[in-house]
Protein backbone atom coordinates (compact mmCIF):
# COMPACT_ATOMS: atom_id res chain seq x y z
CA UNK A 1 0.00 0.00 0.00
CA UNK A 2 1.38 3.71 -1.44
CA UNK A 3 0.64 6.57 1.09
CA UNK A 4 1.61 9.88 2.22
CA UNK A 5 2.51 10.67 5.71
CA UNK A 6 2.74 14.64 6.95
CA UNK A 7 4.90 14.86 10.02
CA UNK A 8 4.43 18.27 12.09
CA UNK A 9 7.29 17.43 14.82
CA UNK A 10 6.35 21.29 16.13
CA UNK A 11 8.48 21.66 19.54
CA UNK A 12 10.25 20.08 22.36
CA UNK A 13 9.97 16.71 22.75
CA UNK A 14 7.96 16.82 19.58
CA UNK A 15 10.69 16.00 17.09
CA UNK A 16 11.91 12.87 19.02
CA UNK A 17 8.86 11.20 19.88
CA UNK A 18 8.31 11.75 16.37
CA UNK A 19 11.12 10.33 14.87
CA UNK A 20 10.66 7.12 17.20
CA UNK A 21 7.73 6.95 15.12
CA UNK A 22 8.61 7.28 11.97
CA UNK A 23 11.60 4.84 12.83
CA UNK A 24 8.49 2.18 13.44
CA UNK A 25 6.14 2.99 10.67
CA UNK A 26 9.90 2.74 8.66
CA UNK A 27 10.00 -0.73 9.87
CA UNK A 28 6.21 -1.37 9.46
CA UNK A 29 6.33 -0.29 5.80
CA UNK A 30 9.66 -2.98 5.55
CA UNK A 31 7.96 -5.46 7.46
CA UNK A 32 4.82 -5.87 5.48
CA UNK A 33 5.89 -4.01 2.16
CA UNK A 34 4.47 -1.21 2.30
CA UNK A 35 5.43 2.13 0.99
CA UNK A 36 5.16 5.40 3.13
CA UNK A 37 6.32 8.58 1.94
CA UNK A 38 7.20 11.58 4.61
CA UNK A 39 6.62 15.01 4.03
CA UNK A 40 7.39 17.66 6.95
CA UNK A 41 5.73 20.65 7.52
CA UNK A 42 6.30 23.55 10.12
CA UNK A 43 4.08 24.26 13.25
CA UNK A 44 4.18 25.74 16.82
CA UNK A 45 7.23 27.57 17.87
CA UNK A 46 9.26 26.11 14.98
CA UNK A 47 6.97 27.61 12.85
CA UNK A 48 7.08 31.18 14.59
CA UNK A 49 10.84 31.26 14.51
CA UNK A 50 11.30 30.17 10.83
CA UNK A 51 8.10 31.28 9.09
CA UNK A 52 6.66 34.23 11.55
CA UNK A 53 3.47 32.51 11.70
CA UNK A 54 2.64 29.30 14.09
CA UNK A 55 0.96 27.66 10.70
CA UNK A 56 2.33 28.78 7.50
CA UNK A 57 0.08 28.23 4.48
CA UNK A 58 2.83 25.88 3.16
CA UNK A 59 2.07 23.00 5.73
CA UNK A 60 -1.60 23.33 5.57
CA UNK A 61 -0.77 22.49 1.78
CA UNK A 62 1.45 19.74 3.20
CA UNK A 63 -1.03 18.38 4.87
CA UNK A 64 -3.59 18.47 2.54
CA UNK A 65 -1.69 16.92 0.02
CA UNK A 66 -1.21 14.03 2.24
CA UNK A 67 -3.38 11.17 3.41
CA UNK A 68 -2.84 11.29 7.13
CA UNK A 69 -0.94 13.61 9.65
CA UNK A 70 1.15 12.92 12.33
CA UNK A 71 2.36 15.14 14.88
CA UNK A 72 4.78 15.61 17.66
CA UNK A 73 3.79 18.36 20.13
CA UNK A 74 3.89 22.60 20.30
CA UNK A 75 4.65 25.39 22.80
CA UNK A 76 7.78 25.87 25.54
CA UNK A 77 8.54 28.71 27.77
CA UNK A 78 10.47 30.54 25.14
CA UNK A 79 6.99 31.85 23.16
CA UNK A 80 5.57 32.70 26.53
CA UNK A 81 5.86 36.64 26.64
CA UNK A 82 4.62 36.58 22.53
CA UNK A 83 0.74 37.92 22.07
CA UNK A 84 -1.98 35.55 21.78
CA UNK A 85 -2.13 35.15 17.93
CA UNK A 86 1.83 34.59 17.57
CA UNK A 87 1.93 31.40 20.39
CA UNK A 88 2.65 27.70 19.34
CA UNK A 89 -0.61 26.58 20.78
CA UNK A 90 -2.33 28.99 17.99
CA UNK A 91 -1.03 26.29 15.49
CA UNK A 92 -2.63 23.12 16.58
CA UNK A 93 -5.63 25.54 17.29
CA UNK A 94 -5.32 26.53 13.82
CA UNK A 95 -4.41 23.08 11.87
CA UNK A 96 -7.82 21.40 14.11
CA UNK A 97 -9.53 24.29 12.70
CA UNK A 98 -8.87 24.40 9.30
CA UNK A 99 -9.18 20.50 8.95
CA UNK A 100 -12.24 20.37 10.89
CA UNK A 101 -10.74 17.46 13.04
CA UNK A 102 -13.93 17.68 14.99
CA UNK A 103 -13.65 14.25 16.86
CA UNK A 104 -10.29 13.95 19.15
CA UNK A 105 -10.04 10.35 20.12
CA UNK A 106 -8.54 9.63 23.03
CA UNK A 107 -8.37 5.54 24.22
CA UNK A 108 -7.20 5.19 28.15
CA UNK A 109 -6.00 1.48 27.98
CA UNK A 110 -4.02 0.26 30.66
CA UNK A 111 -1.26 -1.90 30.18
CA UNK A 112 -1.36 -5.11 32.59
CA UNK A 113 2.70 -4.55 33.37
CA UNK A 114 2.37 -1.14 33.90
CA UNK A 115 -0.44 -1.65 36.46
CA UNK A 116 2.30 -0.79 38.98
CA UNK A 117 3.13 2.75 37.26
CA UNK A 118 -0.09 4.22 38.01
CA UNK A 119 -0.41 6.11 41.29
CA UNK A 120 -3.97 4.07 41.79
CA UNK A 121 -4.20 0.85 44.01
CA UNK A 122 -4.35 -1.83 40.92
CA UNK A 123 -7.57 -3.39 41.88
CA UNK A 124 -8.98 0.03 41.00
CA UNK A 125 -7.24 0.35 37.41
CA UNK A 126 -7.70 -3.55 36.40
CA UNK A 127 -9.25 -3.99 32.99
CA UNK A 128 -9.77 -0.25 32.81
CA UNK A 129 -10.43 0.55 28.58
CA UNK A 130 -12.27 3.57 27.77
CA UNK A 131 -12.14 6.21 24.75
CA UNK A 132 -12.78 9.86 25.31
CA UNK A 133 -14.07 11.59 22.37
CA UNK A 134 -13.13 15.22 23.07
CA UNK A 135 -15.15 17.77 20.88
CA UNK A 136 -12.31 19.48 19.22
CA UNK A 137 -12.97 22.77 16.96
CA UNK A 138 -15.74 24.29 19.05
CA UNK A 139 -16.29 25.77 22.94
CA UNK A 140 -14.28 28.09 24.75
CA UNK A 141 -11.33 27.31 22.70
CA UNK A 142 -12.76 29.29 19.85
CA UNK A 143 -15.88 30.64 21.10
CA UNK A 144 -16.30 35.05 20.55
CA UNK A 145 -15.79 37.61 21.83
CA UNK A 146 -12.07 35.94 23.60
CA UNK A 147 -10.18 39.11 24.52
CA UNK A 148 -8.41 41.20 27.62
CA UNK A 149 -9.29 44.43 27.96
CA UNK A 150 -9.39 47.74 30.23
CA UNK A 151 -12.89 48.40 31.03
CA UNK A 152 -15.06 51.92 31.54
CA UNK A 153 -13.52 52.03 35.39
CA UNK A 154 -10.19 51.22 34.14
CA UNK A 155 -10.21 47.94 35.57
CA UNK A 156 -8.83 44.99 33.57
CA UNK A 157 -11.30 42.24 31.97
CA UNK A 158 -11.07 39.10 29.99
CA UNK A 159 -13.49 37.09 28.49
CA UNK A 160 -14.05 33.89 26.62
CA UNK A 161 -17.02 32.37 25.25
CA UNK A 162 -18.61 28.77 24.91
CA UNK A 163 -20.25 28.85 22.19
CA UNK A 164 -21.45 25.41 20.28
CA UNK A 165 -24.24 25.13 17.48
CA UNK A 166 -26.21 22.06 17.78
CA UNK A 167 -25.06 20.48 14.40
CA UNK A 168 -21.80 20.60 15.79
CA UNK A 169 -22.32 18.80 19.32
CA UNK A 170 -24.89 16.20 17.44
CA UNK A 171 -22.00 15.21 14.79
CA UNK A 172 -19.63 14.26 17.81
CA UNK A 173 -22.16 12.89 19.49
CA UNK A 174 -23.18 10.71 16.85
CA UNK A 175 -19.56 9.92 16.04
CA UNK A 176 -19.01 8.44 20.12
CA UNK A 177 -22.28 6.52 19.59
CA UNK A 178 -21.29 4.85 16.51
CA UNK A 179 -17.41 4.01 18.49
CA UNK A 180 -19.63 2.53 21.20
CA UNK A 181 -21.79 -0.35 19.07
CA UNK A 182 -18.13 -1.57 18.47
CA UNK A 183 -17.34 -1.96 22.45
CA UNK A 184 -19.32 -2.58 25.23
CA UNK A 185 -22.11 -0.08 23.63
CA UNK A 186 -22.43 2.81 26.83
CA UNK A 187 -21.95 6.25 26.08
CA UNK A 188 -21.40 8.34 29.33
CA UNK A 189 -22.14 12.21 28.21
CA UNK A 190 -20.62 14.67 30.56
CA UNK A 191 -21.36 18.39 30.62
CA UNK A 192 -22.52 20.58 33.27
CA UNK A 193 -26.28 21.00 32.38
CA UNK A 194 -27.11 22.09 36.49
CA UNK A 195 -25.36 25.54 35.77
CA UNK A 196 -24.24 25.92 31.79
CA UNK A 197 -26.81 26.62 29.13
CA UNK A 198 -24.38 24.98 26.46
CA UNK A 199 -24.22 22.19 28.68
CA UNK A 200 -28.21 21.89 28.79
CA UNK A 201 -28.34 22.01 24.87
CA UNK A 202 -25.53 19.67 24.78
CA UNK A 203 -27.77 16.80 27.29
CA UNK A 204 -30.98 17.79 25.00
CA UNK A 205 -28.97 16.91 21.73
CA UNK A 206 -27.01 13.18 23.56
CA UNK A 207 -30.53 11.94 24.78
CA UNK A 208 -32.08 13.11 20.56
CA UNK A 209 -28.88 11.62 18.89
CA UNK A 210 -29.51 8.10 21.16
CA UNK A 211 -32.62 7.60 19.57
CA UNK A 212 -30.63 6.73 16.42
CA UNK A 213 -28.67 4.05 18.34
CA UNK A 214 -31.38 1.66 20.28
CA UNK A 215 -28.43 -0.99 21.11
CA UNK A 216 -26.19 1.80 22.85
CA UNK A 217 -27.00 3.02 26.45
CA UNK A 218 -26.62 6.61 27.31
CA UNK A 219 -25.67 7.75 30.63
CA UNK A 220 -25.33 11.68 31.72
CA UNK A 221 -22.86 13.02 33.86
CA UNK A 222 -21.55 15.86 35.23
CA UNK A 223 -18.24 16.87 34.94
CA UNK A 224 -16.97 17.27 38.29
CA UNK A 225 -18.86 14.05 38.92
CA UNK A 226 -17.11 12.74 36.10
CA UNK A 227 -13.70 13.86 37.54
CA UNK A 228 -14.21 12.21 40.57
CA UNK A 229 -15.61 8.94 39.19
CA UNK A 230 -12.49 8.57 37.00
CA UNK A 231 -10.79 7.73 40.01
CA UNK A 232 -13.31 6.30 41.91
CA UNK A 233 -14.50 3.60 39.82
CA UNK A 234 -12.67 4.03 36.34
CA UNK A 235 -13.53 0.12 34.79
CA UNK A 236 -17.48 1.49 34.67
CA UNK A 237 -16.53 3.97 31.21
CA UNK A 238 -16.73 2.56 27.45
CA UNK A 239 -16.73 6.07 25.34
CA UNK A 240 -16.84 9.41 27.68
CA UNK A 241 -17.74 12.48 25.20
CA UNK A 242 -17.62 15.82 25.95
CA UNK A 243 -16.95 19.29 24.74
CA UNK A 244 -13.77 20.67 24.06
CA UNK A 245 -12.53 22.32 27.70
CA UNK A 246 -14.01 19.54 29.96
CA UNK A 247 -12.66 16.87 27.39
CA UNK A 248 -8.78 18.22 27.50
CA UNK A 249 -9.20 18.29 31.10
CA UNK A 250 -10.40 14.77 32.29
CA UNK A 251 -7.99 13.49 29.37
CA UNK A 252 -5.43 14.13 31.47
CA UNK A 253 -6.40 12.68 34.18
CA UNK A 254 -7.02 9.51 32.83
CA UNK A 255 -3.95 9.69 31.44
CA UNK A 256 -2.47 8.58 35.08
CA UNK A 257 -4.77 5.55 35.25
CA UNK A 258 -2.08 4.37 32.46
CA UNK A 259 0.54 5.22 34.74
CA UNK A 260 2.24 8.19 32.35
CA UNK A 261 0.72 10.86 29.99
CA UNK A 262 3.66 9.43 28.20
CA UNK A 263 1.77 6.57 27.07
CA UNK A 264 -1.45 8.20 25.66
CA UNK A 265 -2.35 8.80 21.76
CA UNK A 266 -4.82 10.32 20.11
CA UNK A 267 -6.62 10.63 16.66
CA UNK A 268 -8.53 14.09 15.21
CA UNK A 269 -11.02 12.92 12.69
CA UNK A 270 -12.18 15.40 10.40
CA UNK A 271 -15.20 14.92 8.11
CA UNK A 272 -13.02 14.73 4.94
CA UNK A 273 -11.37 11.77 5.66
CA UNK A 274 -7.79 13.53 6.56
CA UNK A 275 -7.12 12.86 10.16
CA UNK A 276 -4.31 13.74 12.52
CA UNK A 277 -2.78 11.36 15.11
CA UNK A 278 -0.77 13.01 18.27
CA UNK A 279 0.11 12.35 21.79
CA UNK A 280 -1.63 13.52 24.31
CA UNK A 281 1.31 15.23 26.30
CA UNK A 282 2.54 17.89 25.81
CA UNK A 283 5.96 19.39 24.27
CA UNK A 284 7.91 18.67 27.54
CA UNK A 285 10.58 21.36 27.03
CA UNK A 286 12.27 20.66 30.70
CA UNK A 287 13.06 17.12 29.19
CA UNK A 288 13.20 17.88 25.08
CA UNK A 289 16.66 16.76 23.48
CA UNK A 290 17.85 14.75 26.12
CA UNK A 291 17.13 11.24 24.75
CA UNK A 292 14.45 10.09 27.94
CA UNK A 293 10.99 11.27 26.45
CA UNK A 294 8.84 8.16 26.40
CA UNK A 295 8.04 7.91 22.80
CA UNK A 296 5.29 5.08 23.05
CA UNK A 297 2.44 7.34 22.58
CA UNK A 298 3.97 8.75 19.38
CA UNK A 299 4.26 5.10 18.55
CA UNK A 300 0.84 4.24 19.86
CA UNK A 301 -0.32 7.40 17.98
CA UNK A 302 1.01 5.94 14.02
CA UNK A 303 -0.77 2.67 15.03
CA UNK A 304 -4.31 4.24 15.78
CA UNK A 305 -3.03 5.97 11.74
CA UNK A 306 -2.64 2.22 10.77
CA UNK A 307 -5.45 1.37 11.71
CA UNK A 308 -7.99 4.20 10.90
CA UNK A 309 -7.06 6.24 8.40
CA UNK A 310 -5.33 3.16 6.55
CA UNK A 311 -7.51 -0.11 7.67
CA UNK A 312 -4.30 -1.31 8.35
CA UNK A 313 -5.37 -3.59 11.45
CA UNK A 314 -2.58 -6.27 11.62
CA UNK A 315 -0.01 -3.61 11.35
CA UNK A 316 -1.56 -1.64 13.58
CA UNK A 317 -2.23 -4.76 15.83
CA UNK A 318 1.38 -5.96 15.31
CA UNK A 319 2.89 -2.38 16.50
CA UNK A 320 0.49 -2.64 19.61
CA UNK A 321 1.51 -6.05 20.73
CA UNK A 322 5.11 -4.97 19.92
CA UNK A 323 4.86 -2.10 22.78
CA UNK A 324 3.16 -4.16 25.40
CA UNK A 325 6.79 -6.54 24.58
CA UNK A 326 8.47 -3.80 25.46
CA UNK A 327 6.77 -3.12 28.70
CA UNK A 328 6.15 -6.60 29.99
CA UNK A 329 10.24 -7.02 29.42
CA UNK A 330 10.33 -4.77 32.26
CA UNK A 331 12.21 -1.79 29.64
CA UNK A 332 10.44 1.62 30.99
CA UNK A 333 11.63 5.39 30.08
CA UNK A 334 12.29 7.45 32.60
CA UNK A 335 8.59 8.73 33.45
CA UNK A 336 7.74 5.28 34.27
CA UNK A 337 10.76 3.79 35.77
CA UNK A 338 9.79 5.10 39.10
CA UNK A 339 13.65 5.69 39.98
CA UNK A 340 15.05 2.73 38.59
CA UNK A 341 17.27 1.86 35.73
CA UNK A 342 15.56 3.43 32.68
CA UNK A 343 16.02 3.59 28.76
CA UNK A 344 16.89 5.94 26.71
CA UNK A 345 13.78 7.62 23.94
CA UNK A 346 16.05 5.50 21.23
CA UNK A 347 16.61 3.02 23.34
CA UNK A 348 12.51 1.59 23.82
CA UNK A 349 12.53 2.31 20.23
CA UNK A 350 14.81 0.38 19.30
CA UNK A 351 13.01 -2.94 21.38
CA UNK A 352 9.47 -1.71 19.80
CA UNK A 353 11.29 -2.16 16.51
CA UNK A 354 12.76 -5.63 17.65
CA UNK A 355 9.76 -6.95 18.95
CA UNK A 356 7.83 -5.95 15.83
CA UNK A 357 10.62 -7.81 13.68
CA UNK A 358 10.23 -11.23 15.93
CA UNK A 359 7.19 -12.41 13.57
CA UNK A 360 6.44 -15.57 15.65
CA UNK A 361 5.65 -14.13 18.81
CA UNK A 362 4.11 -11.29 17.33
CA UNK A 363 1.80 -13.99 15.07
CA UNK A 364 1.28 -16.07 18.09
CA UNK A 365 -0.32 -13.03 20.42
CA UNK A 366 -2.03 -11.94 17.43
CA UNK A 367 -3.99 -15.57 16.99
CA UNK A 368 -4.69 -15.19 21.20
CA UNK A 369 -6.29 -12.04 20.22
CA UNK A 370 -9.13 -13.37 18.13
C1 LIG B 1 -4.00 19.08 24.07
C2 LIG B 1 -3.20 20.28 24.47
C3 LIG B 1 -3.70 21.46 23.66
C4 LIG B 1 -5.15 21.67 24.02
C5 LIG B 1 -2.90 22.76 23.86
C6 LIG B 1 -1.44 22.57 23.58
C7 LIG B 1 -3.46 23.87 23.02
O1 LIG B 1 -3.28 20.51 25.84
O2 LIG B 1 -3.96 18.69 22.90
O3 LIG B 1 -4.66 18.48 24.93
O4 LIG B 1 -5.47 22.28 25.04
O5 LIG B 1 -6.00 21.19 23.27
MN1 LIG C 1 -4.38 18.97 26.93
Known amino acids: MKKRIALLPGDGIGPEVLEAAVDVLKSVAEHYQHDFEFEYGLIGGAAIDEAGVPL???????????????????????????????????????????????????????????????????????????????????????????????????????VDTLFYKKSEMERVIREAFRMAKGRKGKVTSVDKANVLESSKLWRKTAGEVAQEFPDVKLEHMLVDNAAMQLIYHPGQFDIVVTENMFGDILSDEASMLTGSLG???????????????????????DIAGQNVANPLAAILSAAMMLRTSFGLETEAK?????????????????????????????????????????????????????
Not at 79 to 92: T, V
Not at 124 to 145: A, N, S
Open 318 to 370: AVEIAVDQVLQSGKRTKDLAKGGEHCTTKAITGEVKAALADDNAISNIMTAYV
Open 56 to 158: PEETVAVCQGADAILLGAVGGPKWDQHPSDLRPEKGLLAIRKQLDLFANLRPVKVFESLAEASPLKKEYIKGVDFVIVRELTGGLYFGKPSRQYVNENGEEEA
Open 263 to 285: MLPSASLSSSGLHLYEPVHGSAP
